[in-house]
C-alpha cells in the first residue's frame, strides 16, 4: 500500500534531506580548512576545539512503510471493534437503531475513502475501504441473524457473497473511486462461492459440485485474461488454479469410481470442460504447462468415458490410443508452437506411464527362469507362462501388454523425425519389438515348446539385427539377454537343456565374425554350460565331467590367436581361464583326477605363453604343473619332503644360472637363494623329526655340496645357506652324544670350561677381531 506522497508530504521530505547535505558539506569545509593550515609551513593551525558535527543517524524504517503500517492497524482495529459490536452489543438496539447504525456505518466508511482520494491520501483511503469492505460483510451477516434466522446457511451464502461481489465490483468502478486498488480483488474473492453454495443449497451432488468449481475456474481464468489491472489478474490467476486443481481431482475421482456408462460419461464431460478451460488458457498465454495439462485431461476424459464398457486389461490401452492420437496436433498450424509441444509431452507421457504400467510383465519373462536353477530337469511346464512363473506371480489384467508395448514402438518408428533424436527412438523401439515377442508366448500360454521356440527366433532376429543394422549394440544386449532367458528356461528338461545350448553355441560362434569381442566369450560360456550338461545326462561325476569342460579352454587358446581385434583375444581368454577354473572345481572331488586336470590346464596355458605377448603367462604354466605334480604325489600317499621341494628347486636353480650368466651384478642371494631355500628348510626340519640317520647324512651331503660350491664360485648365499644347514645338521647329529657327555661330567666342569673359554676368549681378542675382518672382506668379494 505505499503510494506517492502529495505534493506538499513531498515538498517537507526534500527539505529535510537538503537540511541533511548542508550539515555535511559545513562539516566537510571545516576539516578542510584544518588540513590546508596543517599543511602550511610558517606556522601549525590548532586542532578544532569542537568536535565535527557527525551525521545524522539513518532511520531504520521509511516514512512510507511507518504510514502504510498504521494506517493497517488501524484498519485492523477498527474491523475487530466493528465486529465485537455486531457479535456483541446486536441484541441490545432494537430494529430501527440497528438500521441506522448499520447504514451510517457502512455508508461513512465507504464514502470517506472518495473525499481521502480528493485530498491526495491514497493510502488512507485504501485502509478505510478495506473497512468499509469489511463492514458490509457484517452488515450481511447481521441481516441473516436479525432478519432472515430460518434462511439455510447455503444459500443465504451464495446470495450473499453474489450480491457482495457485484457491489464490491461496482463501487470500485465509480469514477471516484478509480484510483483504489482493493474493491475489484476483494470481488473476484467474493466471486468463488456463489456457484459452489449453490450447488450446495440445491444439493447438486458430487457432480453439481465439481461443475461448479469448473465453472467458477473458468471464469477466473477468461478474468486473469482480458482485464487488465494486474492485481485482478493475480486474484483471478490464483482463483483458476485453485478452484481448477480442486475441480479436477474431484472430476478425476468421479471418473476412477464409475459404475456405469452414464456416469462415466458425466465424469468424463466434467474433464473434458478443464481440459479446454486450460487449452484455452494454453492458447492464449502461450503456455506448455497448461497445454500438457490440457492434453492428460483429455486422455483421462476418453479414456474414463470407455472404460466401464471396456474388460478391465484394455482400460491401458484405450488410453493410450488417446495418448497416440494427441500426436495428430502436429500438422495442425493453426495452434501455437507451445500448445503443440505440450500436447505432444503429453502424449509422450501416456505413451510413458503405458509402458510402466507393461513393465511387470516384462520382468517376469525375463527374470522369472532363475528360478529353474534349483530346480534343474524336474520336468517340462504346461506352458509358457507357468515356465516363467515358476517362483513368482503373474501380474493381473495384462492380457494387452503386447499390444501396449507393439503401438509405442510404431510411434518410436514412425513418428520420431528429428535427426538429433531419431537414432534413439530406432533404439528404443527396437527395444520394444524385442519385448512384445517375448512377452507373447506367456500373455497367450502357447506351449512351453512353443515358448522356446519363440524365444530362439527373439534371439536370432536380434543377433542379426546387431550384425547387419547400425543399432548393433542395442541389438546385441538384446540378444544377449535373450539367450541368457532361454539357457534358463531350457534347464526345466533335459532335452531342451541339450538342444538349446548346442543351438546357442553353434549362433554365437557364427556371429563371432562381426562381433567377435562379445559373441566369441559368450559361445565359451554356453560351451561350457554345454560340456557340464552332457557330462550330467551321461550320469559322469563332477570330476569326470570336468574333463569336458577342459576342451573349452583348449578351444579358447586356439581361437585366441586367430583374433585381431585385441579386445576379441582379451575377452575369449578371459572366458577360456574361467572354463578352467570351473574345471579344476569339478575335479576336486577326486584328487588323481584334479592332478590331471591340473596338468593338461598346464598344458594348455604352457601352448598359450609361446606367444611373444603372452610370455608372463609361463609362470602360470609353471605353478600349474607344479600343482600337478604336489597333487599327484599327494594321491600316492608320499610323505617326503624333497618329493615335492625337488620339483622346484631345480627349475629354479637352472633359472638362477641363466639369469646370473646373462648379468653377473644379479646377487646370489636373488638368483640361487629361492631355489636353495625351497629344498634345504623343509629338509632340515624333518631331519631334525628324524630319527634315523639316513636322511641326516644325505642333508649334510648335499650342504656340504652346496657349501663347497659356494666357496669355489664365491658366491655368499650358497655358502651361508649350505654352511648353515649344515653345522645344523651336524649339531643335530651331535645332539645325543654331547648329552650323554655331560651327564657323565661332574658339575664343576661345565663352569670351568666356560670361565677358560671366555680367558681364551679375552686373550686373542685383537687377533680374532683381525680375523673376523678378512672373513668379511672375503665373504664382501663374493656375489
Known sequence: MTHIPPPAEE?????????????????????????????????????????????LPRPEASRPSVQNLLLVLGGVLLTVAAMVFTLVSWGHLGITGRALVLGAVTAAALGAPLLLLKRELRSTAETVAGLGLALTVLDAYALHGAALPHTPGAAY?????????????????????????????????????????WAIAADAGAYGLTTALLVTAGSDTVVALRVTPRSVRVVAAIGAYGTGAWGVLAAGWLTWTATGPSAAARAAALLLLAAA???????????????????????????GATRSALPEPWTVPVHLAFGIALLAALRLSRLPDAVRRGLVW?????????????????????????????????????????????????????????????????????????????????????????????????????????????????????????VFLRQHLTAL????????????????????????????????????????PFTAPSALVYGTALAGATGAAVDWSPAYTALLVLAIPAAAALLAPRLGDPKAIVSVEAAGAAAGLLAIVLASTDVPLLAT??????????????????????????????????????????????????????????????????????????????????????SLVAAWSDPHWARPLLLGTAALSVTLAGAGHRLQAPLLLGGGVLVLDALHELAPYLVQVADALPRWVLPALAGLLLLALGATYEHRLRNARKMRDFLGSMH
Request: glycine fraction near 6%; proline fraction near 7%; aromatic fraction near 6%.
Open 346 to 466: 503429453a502424449s509422450g507421457a501416456v505413451q510413458a506411464l503405458a509402458l510402466l504400467w507393461a513393465l511387470p510383465v516384462v520382468g517376469a519373462v525375463v527374470v522369472g527362469p532363475l528360478a529353474w536353477v534349483s530346480q534343474v530337469w524336474t520336468g517340462a511346464p504346461s506352458d509358457a507362462r507357468a515356465a516363467v512363473t515358476v517362483g513368482m506371480t503373474w501380474p493381473p489384467h495384462s492380457g494387452a501388454v503386447p499390444v501396449v508395448l507393439a503401438a509405442v514402438a510404431g510411434v518410436l518408428a514412425l513418428a520420431v523425425r528429428d535427426t538429433t533424436w531419431r537414432p534413439r527412438a530406432l533404439a528404443g523401439a527396437l527395444g520394444l519389438v524385442w519385448a512384445t515377442a517375448l512377452t507373447l508366448p506367456a500373455v497367450l500360454e502357447l506351449p512351453y515348446t512353443a515358448g522356446l521356440s519363440v524365444q530362439g527366433t527373439v534371439t536370432v532376429g536380434a543377433l542379426a539385427a546387431a
Open 277 to 303: 478451460i486450460a487449452l484455452a488458457a494454453a492458447r492464449q498465454k502461450q503456455s506448455l504447462g497448461l497445454a500438457v495439462a490440457s492434453g492428460l485431461l483429455t486422455v483421462a476424459a476418453l479414456g
Open 477 to 516: 544386449a538384446l540378444a544377449l539377454v535373450t539367450s541368457a532367458s532361454l539357457a534358463l528356461l531350457a534347464l526345466a528338461s533335459q532335452t531342451a537343456t541339450l538342444v538349446v545350448l548346442s543351438g546357442l553355441v553353434a549362433l554365437f560362434t557364427a556371429a563371432s565374425w562381426r562381433l567377435a
Open 157 to 197: 451464502t451464495a446470495v450473499a457473497s453474489a450480491l457482495l461481489a457485484g457491489l464490491w465490483t461496482a463501487y470500485g468502478l465509480l469514477p471516484r473511486a478509480a484510483g483504489l486498488r482493493l474493491p475489484r480483488p476483494a470481488a473476484l474473492v467474493a466471486a468463488q462461492l456463489p456457484l459452489f453454495f
Open 597 to 682: 586336470v591340473l596338468a593338461l590346464c598346464g598344458v594348455i596355458t604352457a601352448g598359450t605363453a609361446i606367444r611373444t605377448d603372452r610370455r608372463p603367462v609361463g609362470y602360470a604354466a609353471a605353478a600349474l604343473f607344479l600343482a600337478a605334480t604336489w597333487v599327484r604325489l599327494a594321491a600316492w600317499d608320499v610323505g617326503t619332503p624333497e618329493a615335492y621341494t625337488l620339483p622346484v628347486t631345480i627349475p629354479a636353480l637352472l633359472v638362477g644360472v641363466l639369469r646370473h650368466r646373462r648379468d653377473p651384478r644379479i646377487s646370489s642371494w636373488t638368483a640361487y637363494a629361492p631355489g636353495l631355500a625351497i629344498t634345504l628348510v623343509p
Open 11 to 55: 515538498l517537507r521530505l526534500l527539505d529535510a534531506e537538503l537540511w541533511q547535505l548542508d550539515a555535511r558539506r559545513a562539516q566537510l569545509l571545516a576539516r578542510r580548512a584544518w588540513l590546508v593550515a596543517a599543511l602550511q609551513p610558517k606556522w601549525r593551525a590548532p586542532e578544532p576545539t569542537r568536535p565535527a558535527p557527525s551525521a
